[in-house]
């Protein structure tokens, strides 16, 4: 349905049984010179189905558009088809909220569509918003930018959220980012990270972080633009350091750590091309698992 149509004459024309025309006033917002009566016509308005008010909480309701005649456009945090659903913009107000289990929730950070995320309500005091894991090699993780940017995998099982969606989750809140680690013997470490933003794409969705804590060592560079096989805005001029290590980082020139390169199952005899964390395993061991997850600072 046309938006601006909610009107319609139905007459005798010369030549032919009836002819229709198209109005935009209705009888209730008309001027007057605008609907004038005029013989052998019907004048027929169609009702407006945003005058009954369908959105709910201060939603836009917009004529036309579906099969129901309108569409809602909600506010921040809210969503579903009249904007009936408030959603959390993160794992750690669903946490709040009283919802401690891990799992998949739905999370609305901005006033954007709302999406599905993991949430990891277990480990040092709940809260987090998982953006990343690795656990078993099923997926393949040596992909293209508009991979990494939408997002891919299973979020049961291993998968990247997406940059586009990190961006949003990293752009309104002061964030920690913790990075779980556990090798194939079952020892686990982690590094935490304060003051942690994703920028948009624009910016090539440069990583930002703070100070580091915790017991895996340092290997996340402070400041650097995303990189992928088919996007080289790393830092060696001379080679593309996803093609060469066969993954999507924030590499400089080239990496101290690999989180989303070949799972190589423990000790490997290439250079620096599996799940690497260089200050804790070093370039010839690929991890068994991997969760790079976010919380707000003041949780």
């Not at 004459?9 to 032919?16: D, F, R």
């Given at each position: 349905m046309e938006p601006k149509c909610v009107s319609i004459?139905?007459?005798?024309?010369?030549?032919?049984s009836q002819k229709c025309e198209l109005n935009n006033p209705t009888e209730e917002n008309h001027t007057p010179f605008r609907l004038v009566n005029k013989p052998d016509y019907t004048f027929l308005a169609i009702k407006n189905p945003c005058s009954s008010r369908p959105c709910l909480n201060n939603g836009t309701c917009q004529a036309g558009?579906?099969?129901?005649?309108?569409?809602?456009?909600c506010r921040e945090r809210f969503t579903g088809e009249t904007c009936q659903v408030k959603?959390?913009?993160?794992?750690?107000?669903?946490?709040?909220?009283?919802?401690?289990?891990?799992?998949?929730?739905?999370?609305?950070?901005?006033?954007?569509?709302?999406?599905?995320v993991y949430c990891d309500q277990t480990i040092a005091g709940g809260g987090w918003t998982v953006f990343q894991?690795?656990?078993d090699g099923s997926v393949d993780f040596y992909r293209d930018?508009?991979?990494?940017k939408c997002g891919f995998g299973d979020l049961n099982g291993e998968f990247w959220l997406g940059l586009d969606k990190i961006h949003r989750l990293t752009s309104h809140d002061?964030?920690?980012l913790r990075v779980d680690l556990?090798?194939?013997e079952g020892n686990t470490v982690y590094a935490e990270y304060r003051t942690f933003r994703v920028k948009s794409e624009k910016d090539k969705f440069r990583l930002i972080r703070g100070s580091y804590s915790g017991n895996a060592s340092n290997s996340l560079p402070p400041s650097r633009p995303f990189t992928t096989k088919d996007q080289d805005n790393d830092h060696d001029r001379n080679r593309n350091c996803a093609i060469v290590f066969k993954g999507a980082w924030w590499y400089?020139?080239?990496?101290?750590?690999?989180?989303?390169?070949?799972?190589?199952r423990g000790k490997h005899s290439s250079y620096a091309d599996g799940v690497n964390w260089k200050s804790w395993k070093g370039y010839h061991y690929s991890l068994k698992r991997t969760e790079m997850k976010i919380r707000p600072v003041d949780f």
């Open positions: 004459n139905i007459g005798p024309v010369a030549g032919a558009f579906t099969n129901k005649g309108f569409r809602c456009i959603v959390k913009r993160n794992c750690a107000e669903i946490y709040i909220s009283g919802e401690k289990t891990d799992g998949m929730y739905t999370v609305k950070p901005d006033n954007f569509p709302a999406f599905n894991k690795r656990l930018w508009t991979d990494y002061n964030n920690i556990e090798d194939f400089n020139a080239c990496h101290a750590s690999n989180l989303n390169g070949l799972y190589l």
